[in-house]
């Protein structure tokens, strides 16, 4: 008797932990943009991105979603270019961040923007400026 009265109560407080923390655990994981930079206003220190996802077609087009973020003071910003000869694993031209000036990030350029929950609004924390180079 005592066993299942000890088993009930830790299945009741396992189930009110998940509940109690289920909120908190979802708004934790960063969510990420990605599409080409379709405006930047430094007035009104805002990014406006074209983004591709979920991928849909509509009248032979691909639909593509406007998304608007305000970068902040702390906002890390980062290019993802390849390597002049080897980096730092040893591979000819591999992909390197290297620091970027915030706000060199141009018009028709590809970005990821990593957005956090911070409260009710999403902040973004990094832009990486990724170029592409086709050899």
Same mark, same amino acid.
Request: include cysteine; aromatic fraction near 6%; charged fraction near 20%.
């Given at each position: 008797?005592?066993? #299942?009265?000890?088993? #009930?109560?830790?299945?009741?407080?396992?189930? /009110? $932990?998940? &509940?109690?923390?289920?909120?908190? +655990?979802?708004?934790?994981?960063?969510?990420?943009?990605?599409? &080409?930079?379709?405006?930047?206003?430094?007035?009104?220190?805002?990014?406006?991105?074209?983004?591709?996802?979920?991928?849909?077609?509509?009248?032979? $087009?691909?639909? !593509?979603?406007?998304?608007?973020?305000?970068?902040?003071?702390? !906002?890390? +910003?980062? #290019?993802?270019?390849?390597?002049?000869? /080897?980096?730092?694993?040893?591979?000819?031209?591999?992909?390197?961040?290297?620091?970027?000036?915030?706000?060199?990030?141009?018009?028709?350029?590809?970005?990821? &923007?990593?957005?956090?929950?911070?409260?009710?609004?999403?902040?973004? !924390?990094?832009?990486?400026?990724?170029?592409?180079? !086709? #050899?």
């Amino acid at each position: 008797m005592a066993v #299942r009265r000890c088993w #009930r109560t830790l299945t009741a407080a396992g189930l /009110a $932990l998940l &509940i109690l923390g289920g909120p908190g +655990w979802a708004q934790g994981a960063p969510v990420r943009q990605s599409g &080409i930079v379709a405006a930047v206003d430094r007035s009104a220190g805002t990014i406006t991105i074209e983004s591709v996802g979920p991928w849909q077609v509509r009248d032979g $087009l691909t639909v !593509t979603t406007r998304v608007t973020v305000k970068p902040e003071a702390l !906002t890390a +910003w980062a #290019r993802a270019r390849r390597a002049q000869g /080897a980096g730092p694993s040893g591979w000819e031209g591999e992909f390197i961040e290297v620091p970027q000036g915030a706000w060199e990030v141009k018009t028709g350029e590809y970005v990821t &923007i990593q957005l956090d929950r911070a409260g009710d609004r999403q902040v973004a !924390t990094r832009v990486t400026v990724s170029e592409f180079d !086709t #050899r």
